[in-house]
C-alpha cells in the first residue's frame, strides 16, 4: 500500500484516501477543435511509461477534494515527493542530492 502525503492538508495517508488521476503536466490543447485526429488520440491516450521517477497527478478524494502533483518511482513504487497543483515540476536532480 502507498503512504501518500497531501500538500494541502499535510498528512501522510494510505492510498485508498486518493484518487489516481493520471499522468501530470499534460498540456491540453489550446483550440481542440483544430487538432487533427492523430494529435487528438495521442493527446488522450498516448503517455509516458517511465522506468524510474514518474511524474502524477492524484486527488485526496475521501479529505480535502483537492487535486496536487506526485513523483512517484515506479520501480519501488514509491511516493518520493508531492507538491501542490500548479506549482512547477521539481528538480529531481537536487532532490537526489539531497538524499545524499
Not at 59 to 87: P, W
Amino acid at each position: 500500500m502507498l503512504l501518500i502525503h497531501c500538500p494541502y492538508c499535510d498528512k501522510t495517508l494510505p492510498e485508498a484516501e486518493f484518487t489516481y488521476a493520471g499522468e501530470a503536466h499534460i498540456a491540453r490543447p489550446a483550440d481542440p477543435s483544430a487538432v487533427g485526429d492523430e494529435a487528438w488520440r495521442d493527446f488522450l491516450f498516448v503517455r509516458t511509461n517511465a522506468r524510474g521517477p514518474h511524474y502524477e497527478r492524484w486527488r485526496h478524494s475521501h479529505g480535502c477534494g483537492r487535486f496536487f502533483n506526485a513523483v512517484r518511482d515506479t520501480v519501488s513504487d514509491r511516493i518520493l515527493l508531492t507538491y501542490k497543483a500548479g506549482e512547477p515540476r521539481p528538480d529531481l536532480a537536487s532532490l537526489a542530492g539531497e538524499k545524499a
